[in-house]
């Protein structure tokens, strides 16, 4: 589609959350896939609940999900004389008149109204001022707004590229403010010229602005300009189907990075809130959401936020990956646990390249490397309760271990094969099983009940480790608690 312009604009009045990032991401799929440019617009003016701060948590975790702008970040702040000549525009075209009834006056009205069970909107009482009172209450130096001059007949009606045609009654709409008091423009002022200024074509956003929709659409009117087409995107719901919240967990993007998350798989999840791929395949590449997206397969109904699904696809992602790939983000998880420290030379990077081929079948985040596998990185490790009472109870353990450690140390090689067949003849030696031996190796080699294959997890630690952590004895002074 030539000309395909979006943006996203975020408010930063807190960190970028889910339901952000899905709008973002919507927007930078349709942009990519249709050759278009994806235009990010911070709408700060707000001043008091914006800070430079959350600009900054925003643009961050736009990054981390690899969502590039092609133009921007631009800040509404640093547009306000655009606005106001605008709206100085509008009220000398009298499409839009400065009102001076005060907040306290427009309480009490709306007040009454409520009382006697009526819904209010503002009532026009500054909408035809007589000019010379208008004078005097300007002379006064009263505080004043400017609101738009809506049409009091017809409709408003557009066609929404999801939730289809969408008609208001225009005098249902009222004359909202464009202008505050202190002079900065609202929302729908601002919206509204950002958006004809930076040529959007489609404004793709969340159904929350549904609503506000008819409003924009009254004022691209007065300006005389071509309305953009509007996409508005399910909602986001919570597993008990109330709005997502942070009563849910976590919202902010950032957090789930620092949980250890992907961001190829996070934008895969994200996608699917409010689109369906033609396929059945809900695991997609980047690459392919980017050919597969499109406004036709967004959905109307809302899409139900759900975090096992989630953990489901940063763990298959994982296991997909190439160790290659996942190195880097490991490496910064085990610089953070204090696990590696300094530079990496080649066979550090072979051995790390093997741990991590290993590990990946059983994580679901990129901080279980650190968790999980700490017994690859570090001697300081904890054998786990659980893997103690399953794994090692058996009173034969403590004479068996050391004697099969020295078997182990005086290999020949230490390879897969060589570990694996000297084991196995260790237990028929001593009439025991296998397994006995491959479990309590398994316990002392990697503090867990649950490991990557002990042969493979023994050719990983070398020998050296092997056959310390088997002949070791601090496992017997340390019995589990009673009860346990
Ligand atoms: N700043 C608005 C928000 O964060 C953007 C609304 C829009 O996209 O028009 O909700």
Redesign the pocket.
């Known amino acids: 589609m030539p000309g395909v312009r979006v943006?996203?604009?975020?408010?930063p009045t807190g960190s970028l959350h889910v339901g952000?990032a899905r709008?973002a991401l919507f927007n930078w799929l349709f942009a990519r896939g249709q050759g278009g440019r994806f235009i990010l617009r911070i709408?700060d003016t707000d001043r008091e609940r914006s800070s430079p701060e959350m600009v900054e948590d925003i643009l961050d975790a736009l990054r981390w999900l690899g969502l590039d702008w092609d133009e921007g970040p631009f800040l509404q702040s640093e547009r306000l004389d655009r606005y106001r000549q605008v709206a100085d525009w509008l009220v000398s075209a009298n499409k839009a008149y400065r009102c001076f009834c005060s907040t306290d006056e427009l309480a009490a009205k709306r007040q009454a109204a409520s009382a006697s069970g009526k819904s209010w909107k503002y009532d026009g009482a500054c909408r035809e001022l007589p000019p010379d009172q208008f004078r005097a209450r300007h002379a006064r130096g009263l505080p004043s707004v400017v609101r738009f001059k809506g049409t009091r007949v017809g409709e408003v009606v557009f066609e929404d590229r999801i939730f289809g045609r969408i008609a208001h009654r225009t005098e249902q709409i009222e004359d909202f403010v464009l202008v505050r008091s202190d002079g900065m423009p609202t929302?729908h002022l601002g919206?509204v010229l950002d958006d004809l200024d930076m040529n959007i074509s489609h404004?793709i956003?969340?159904a929350?602005?549904i609503s506000?929709t008819p409003k924009q659409i009254l004022l691209y009117q007065a300006l005389e300009r071509t309305v953009p087409d509007f996409a508005h995107l399910p909602l986001i719901l919570g597993s008990d189907r109330t709005r997502l919240s942070k009563r849910h967990g976590a919202t902010a993007v950032t957090t789930y990075r620092e949980q250890g998350y992907l961001p190829d798989p996070f934008c895969n999840f994200l996608a699917l809130l409010g689109w369906s791929p033609k396929t059945e395949v809900e695991s997609l590449s980047t690459d392919e959401l980017i050919r597969q997206f499109s406004l036709k397969g967004v959905n109307k109904s809302n899409a139900v936020f759900d975090p096992e699904k989630l953990s489901w696809f940063n763990s298959r992602y994982l296991r997909n990956a190439p160790a290659e790939r996942l190195l880097p983000l490991i490496r910064v998880e085990l610089e953070r646990e204090g696990l590696w420290k300094g530079e990496f030379d080649s066979s550090d990077r072979a051995w790390m390249l093997k741990v991590i081929d290993l590990l990946k079948q059983r994580v679901r985040m990129v901080s279980d490397f650190a968790t999980q596998g700490r017994a690859f990185f570090t001697d300081d490790f904890e054998i786990e309760d659980k893997a103690r009472r399953k794994f090692l109870k058996n009173e034969a353990l403590p004479l068996l271990m050391p004697e099969l450690a020295a078997r182990l140390e005086s290999l020949p090689a230490f390879g897969l094969e060589e570990v694996e067949s000297a084991l196995r003849a260790f237990a028929a030696e001593k009439e025991v099983k296998a397994g006995l031996l491959i479990n309590a190796a398994r316990a002392l080699l990697t503090g867990k009940a649950v490991a990557p294959g002990i042969f493979e997890v023994m050719a990983a630690l070398g020998r050296d480790r092997t056959v310390a952590r088997l002949s070791g004895t601090s496992w017997l002074e340390n019995e589990p608690r009673a009860g346990e």
């Open positions: 943006r996203f604009a975020p408010s952000g709008t709408e929302y919206v404004v956003r969340g929350d602005h506000n």
